[in-house]
C-alpha cells in the first residue's frame, strides 16, 4: 500500500495547479472588462469558475461501508496495517481517523465540539480501540447532536490529508439522515467490505440507498478470516481437506461476484477485472483473504487502482471544465477581433457611400426641380382653368344664411380667398408628389438604413442635426412627404405663402368698411377675379426657386452632419483597433495560455508523461523525439519547446490553440495532445511537449533520397489541399517550406508546424517566416492568405527540381536583407533545363509581386491533377525510369 499516498499527493498537485489557473483566469478577466469596456459580462463563465473552485477544495476520504461492524473493522485493520478496530462486534458510532503526529482519540458531537468525557482509551496505553468507546447506547441520538469518536494516527495515508471516515452502525432510514447533515466537504471514495459471502436484503437496500447519494465507483471487497495453512506438513487427507475448502471459498466468491452482476452493481463482461480508467463503470469487486490483503501484490494493484481512477476522474473532469472555459473564451477573442478588423474596413467605406449616393439624391432633386418646370406650370394652369369652370364648387360650404348678412366685404373675401388657395394647394400639391414621389425608395431605402446603422454607436450632441434627419430633410423639401413637421419644407406652405402674396396685391372694389350682399353672384365674381389674377408660371417659378433652396440648404446640413459623424467614428475606429491590438497581443495568447495550461492538465492526468524512445531530429524551435504509445497513439512523437520568456509563450500557446482546434484532415499533421513538464531541466524552465503521431520523414529529406516526379507531383497535390483546408478554417499558415512537408510510409504529404498559423483577423503585419518563401508585401506588413500562394510557388520550384540545394538566383546574397530587397525589386528562381512549360508558368503565376495576380488554389490544384494525370498515364505505358522530369 505504500503507492497509495503517492495518489494522493499527485490528487493534491492537480488540485493546487488547478487553483493556480483558475486565479489567472479570474484576474485575466477583471482585466479584460476594465480595458475592453465591456459592460455586459458573460456571466455563465463566472458561474462555472464558482461551481469548480469549491470542489478542489474538498478532502478526499475513504469511507467505509460494510456488511456489520466486523466487515468494516478487516478492511479497515487491513488498510492501516493494524489492528485498530475491534473484530466481531457490533452498534458503533461515527468513527473517523485523521492525521496525527502521535496516537490520540476523543469523543465530539456533530464532528465540532469535543466532549469532556472519560474513554477507556485515555486511562491506558492501547493498540485497539476499546469496544467501549465504539460502541453508542440505545439513548445517543443518530441525526441531532450525533456523536463522533476521532483517532489521530500518524499514517502515511492520513498524511496526504486524508481521512477514513467508518460510518456508525445503524438502519439505512437513519444513515441516510447522518449522511445529508454531517457529509461536510469531502471527495469521497466509497469502499463496500463484505465478509459474509453473499449480500443480504438489507445489504442490497443499503448499497442501493447509498448509490443515490455518491454517484461515484463502488468498491466492492470480499474479506475472508479464514487462515490460509501451509499444506507441506499436512497428511494427504488434510491436504485435500483444505483443498476441498479453498474450493469452496472459490465458489463462494464466484456466487457473490454473479449476485452483483445480477443486481447492477458491477458490469462483467467477462472473468478479467474491470477496467476502471474508462471512468465508466460504477463499481469494482476485489476478491482477497485478510492475511494477503497487504502482501498480496495483485489485491495492492487493483486497489490502488480504483484510488488512482476516482481521484483521476475527478480532477479531470474539473480541468476539462476550465479547459472549456478557456476555449469557449479564446473562441469569443478571435470573433471580436473578426468583428473589430470588419468594423475597421468597412466603416469608411459606408461613410464613403452614404456620401456618394445623397450626392446623387442632391442632384437628381435639383435637376428635377429644374426639369418639371413646365410640368408644373402645367399642373398649375390645368388646376387654375379646372377652378375657373367650376367656381360653384369652389364656393361649396361658404354660404351659410344665418350669418351671410353680417359679413363685411373684407371678410367674405378673405374667407373666399381661403377656398380658392385651399383647393389649388391640394389639387397642386398632391399631383405633384405622385409624379416625383418614386424616386424616395429608389434613392433614400439603401442611405437611410446605411446612415442609421453609422448613427447607432455614436452619440450625437443635443440639438445637432443628424446625417439621416437631413436626407429626410431633402426628400421632404423635395417630395412633401411630412406635411405636419414644423421643421420641414412642403410645397403646400410655399404655394400658400406665394398665394397669399399675390392675392394681398388685389384691387377691391370695395372699402374695406363698406358692407355689400353677400349674395351668391357676388361671390362667383369675386372667385373669379381671383382665379384670373393667378399666374401659372409665375407660382411654379416662385415654388421651383423656393424648392432649389430648401434642397440646397438641407444638402448642406447633410455635409455638416456627416462630418461630425466621419469625426466621431474615426474616434471611435482608434479605439477599436487599440482593443484589436490588445486582444490579438495580450488577451487573447494570454487565454490561450490558461487553455494550455488546463488542456495538459486533462492530458497528463488521462494518459501520463509521454515516455521518450530516442531523439530524433531538432529545429529552431524545439527537439522531436519518438516515444512510446501514448493515448493510442502508435507511432508516436512529440515535440519538447522550452519557452524561454512570456512572449515565446504566448506564441506557443497560440500555436497550440489553433493546430488543435483544426479540424482533423488527412492533409494536416494531427495534434494529438499536450503535457506540460514542470520537472525538465531540473525544474529550471519548464517544457511543452507537443505529441502527435509520427511521420516517416520531412519532404526536406524525401528530396535529397531521391523521389520520382510522379511522387513529387502527388506532394504538390498534397500540399495545395492542405493549404487550402486551413484557409477554408479562416487561418494562413505564413511558413509554407519544405521542413514543414511532412511524408508517411507511402510518401503522402502533410501540413506540420503551425508556429506562424493564425487568423487573418488577428494578423498584426509582423514579418515572419523563411526568408526564401516569404512572399514581398509580407515586408510591408499588409497581406493576407496570398502569401502562402507565394510560398507555394517556391516549395514547387524545388518540387519540380528535385534536390534542395538554394536557387542560383538566392544563392548568391550575403544576408536575408540583401534577397528581400531582391524579391522586390522581382528576382526569382530560375528556370531548369528539366521543368514543363505548364509547371513553370504554374510557379510564375504563384510567385507574381502582386498579390491580385496570383491564382486561387481551387485553379492550381486542377493544374497540378492534370498534370499528375498526365505524367501518370505515360508512366504506365512506359518504363519507371520514365518518371523523373525530362
Not at 499514517?155 to 439505512?172: A, G
Not at 519532404?699 to 506532394?715: E, F, K, Q, V
Not at 519544405?738 to 508517411?744: A, H, M, P, Q, Y
Request: with cysteine.
Amino acid at each position: 500500500m505504500v503507492d497509495i499516498p503517492k495518489e494522493f499527493k499527485k490528487y493534491a498537485k492537480h488540485c493546487n495547479s488547478l487553483k493556480r489557473i483558475i486565479q489567472d483566469t479570474q484576474s485575466s478577466f477583471e482585466e479584460i472588462y476594465s480595458s475592453l469596456h465591456i459592460h455586459e459580462k458573460d456571466e455563465s463563465f463566472q458561474i462555472d469558475i464558482e461551481v469548480i473552485r469549491p470542489k478542489l477544495e474538498r478532502v478526499p476520504t475513504l469511507f467505509i461501508f460494510g456488511q456489520n461492524c466486523h466487515s468494516k473493522a478487516l478492511f479497515v485493520n487491513a488498510l492501516l496495517g493494524q489492528a485498530i478496530l475491534p473484530l466481531f462486534s457490533s452498534q458503533w458510532r461515527w468513527v473517523t481517523f485523521e492525521f496525527g503526529l502521535s496516537k490520540a482519540i476523543r469523543l465530539t458531537l456533530n464532528q465540532e465540539i469535543e466532549i469532556v468525557e472519560k474513554l477507556q482509551a485515555h486511562e491506558k496505553s492501547w493498540i485497539t480501540i476499546p469496544e467501549a468507546d465504539l460502541q453508542r447506547s440505545d439513548n445517543d441520538p443518530l441525526v441531532d447532536n450525533c456523536t463522533c469518536l476521532e483517532v489521530e494516527l500518524s499514517h502515511p495515508i492520513l498524511k496526504e490529508n486524508v481521512n477514513i471516515m467508518v460510518p456508525p452502525d445503524c438502519s439505512i432510514t437513519h444513515l441516510i439522515e447522518v449522511f445529508y447533515k454531517y457529509m461536510g466537504n469531502v471527495l469521497p471514495i466509497v469502499i463496500y467490505a463484505i465478509s459474509d459471502g453473499i449480500l443480504s436484503d438489507a445489504n442490497i437496500q443499503e448499497i442501493k440507498k447509498l448509490k443515490t447519494i455518491y454517484r461515484v465507483p463502488f468498491l466492492f471487497v470480499n474479506l475472508i478470516t479464514n487462515e490460509t495453512l501451509s499444506t507441506e506438513s499436512l497428511t494427504e487427507s488434510e491436504q485435500h481437506l483444505v483443498e476441498s475448502e479453498n474450493e469452496q471459498e472459490y465458489t463462494n466468491l464466484q456466487n457473490l461476484r454473479d449476485q452483483l452482476v445480477r443486481l447492477g452493481f458491477i458490469d462483467f463482461t467477462d472473468n478479467s477485472k474491470t477496467d476502471i480508467t474508462k471512468a465508466k463503470k460504477n463499481a469494482l469487486c476485489l476478491e482477497c483473504s485478510l492475511d494477503t490483503l497487504i502482501g498480496d501484490k495483485n489485491i495492492n494493484e487493483d486497489f490502488l487502482e480504483h484510488i488512482r481512477n476516482v481521484l483521476k476522474f475527478t480532477i479531470f473532469r474539473l480541468a476539462a471544465r476550465m479547459s472549456d472555459i478557456h476555449t469557449k473564451c479564446l473562441r469569443q477573442f478571435i470573433l471580436r477581433a473578426f468583428d473589430m478588423a470588419r468594423e475597421i474596413q468597412i466603416t469608411p467605406k459606408r461613410i464613403e457611400y452614404a456620401q456618394k449616393i445623397e450626392l446623387q439624391l442632391y442632384d437628381a432633386l435639383m435637376n428635377l426641380a429644374c426639369e418639371q418646370q413646365e410640368q408644373l406650370t402645367a399642373i398649375i394652369n390645368r388646376t387654375l382653368l379646372d377652378m375657373k369652370s367650376n367656381v360653384a364648387e369652389v364656393l361649396e360650404g361658404f354660404n351659410n344664411p344665418n350669418i351671410g348678412h353680417q359679413r363685411t366685404s373684407k371678410t367674405a373675401t378673405m374667407e373666399i380667398q381661403q377656398l380658392v388657395l385651399k383647393r389649388l394647394n391640394t389639387s397642386v400639391a398632391t399631383q405633384i408628389v405622385q409624379s416625383v414621389g418614386c424616386l424616395q425608395e429608389s434613392f433614400t431605402g439603401t442611405l437611410q438604413r446605411c446612415l442609421e446603422n453609422l448613427e447607432k454607436s455614436c452619440h450625437e450632441q443635443e440639438h445637432n442635426l443628424s446625417a439621416s434627419d437631413a436626407v429626410r430633410q431633402i426628400v421632404s423639401a423635395a417630395y412633401n412627404i411630412d406635411l405636419n413637421h414644423s421643421s420641414s419644407f412642403s410645397i403646400v406652405s410655399t404655394l400658400m405663402d406665394r398665394l397669399r402674396q399675390l392675392l394681398s396685391s388685389f384691387a377691391l372694389p370695395w372699402s374695406s368698411s363698406s358692407q355689400v350682399q353677400c349674395n351668391f353672384q357676388w361671390q362667383l365674381q369675386v372667385a373669379t377675379n381671383m382665379i384670373e389674377k393667378l399666374s401659372a408660371s409665375k407660382l411654379a417659378r416662385t415654388i421651383g426657386v423656393q424648392c432649389k433652396e430648401h434642397i440646397k440648404s438641407s444638402h448642406e446640413s447633410f455635409l455638416s452632419a456627416i462630418r461630425s459623424l466621419d469625426h466621431q467614428l474615426s474616434d471611435q475606429l482608434e479605439q477599436t483597433e487599440e482593443q484589436r491590438i490588445a486582444i490579438r497581443k495580450k488577451h487573447a495568447p494570454k487565454f490561450a495560455r490558461l487553455a494550455l495550461e488546463s488542456t495538459s492538465l486533462c492530458d497528463l492526468i488521462r494518459y501520463g508523461m509521454p515516455k521518450q524512445i530516442k531523439e530524433i531530429g531538432r529545429g529552431q524551435y524545439g527537439v522531436v523525439s519518438s516515444c512510446e504509445p501514448w493515448a493510442g497513439i502508435n507511432p508516436c512523437a512529440f515535440k519538447s519547446v522550452v519557452p524561454p520568456d512570456d512572449r515565446h509563450w504566448n506564441d506557443l500557446a497560440m500555436e497550440f490553440f489553433y493546430t488543435r482546434t483544426i479540424p482533423g484532415h488527412p492533409r494536416i499533421v494531427k495534434l494529438r495532445g499536450s503535457v506540460i513538464d514542470y520537472t525538465y531541466g531540473g525544474g529550471s524552465s519548464p517544457a511543452v511537449l507537443l505529441i502527435m503521431e509520427r511521420m516517416t520523414r520531412d519532404l526536406y529529406c524525401g528530396l535529397r533520397s531521391g523521389l520520382t516526379w510522379l511522387a513529387r507531383l502527388r506532394i504538390a497535390i498534397d500540399v495545395i489541399e492542405g493549404i487550402r483546408y486551413l484557409h477554408s478554417q479562416g487561418l494562413v499558415h505564413r511558413d509554407i517550406k519544405l521542413k514543414n512537408v511532412l511524408l508517411d510510409s507511402k510518401d503522402r504529404a502533410k501540413l506540420t508546424d503551425f508556429g506562424f498559423c493564425i487568423p487573418e483577423a488577428m494578423m498584426s503585419g509582423s514579418i515572419v517566416g523563411t526568408p526564401v518563401h516569404m512572399a514581398p508585401e509580407l515586408l510591408s506588413g499588409r497581406y493576407d492568405s496570398k502569401v502562402d500562394v507565394y510560398a507555394f510557388g517556391i516549395l514547387f520550384w524545388y518540387i519540380c527540381a528535385g534536390q534542395v540545394k538554394l536557387p542560383t538566383h538566392f544563392d548568391q546574397f550575403q544576408n536575408k536583407e540583401q534577397l528581400w530587397n531582391s524579391v522586390r525589386r522581382g528576382i526569382r528562381p530560375e528556370f531548369l533545363p528539366n521543368f514543363e512549360e505548364e509547371c513553370w508558368s504554374l510557379m510564375e503565376q504563384c510567385w507574381a509581386a502582386d498579390p491580385a495576380d496570383r491564382p486561387l488554389l481551387g485553379y492550381v490544384q486542377p493544374q497540378l491533377e492534370a498534370i499528375y494525370n498526365s505524367v501518370k498515364g505515360k508512366c504506365q505505358s512506359q518504363s519507371p525510369s520514365s518518371t523523373s522530369p525530362t
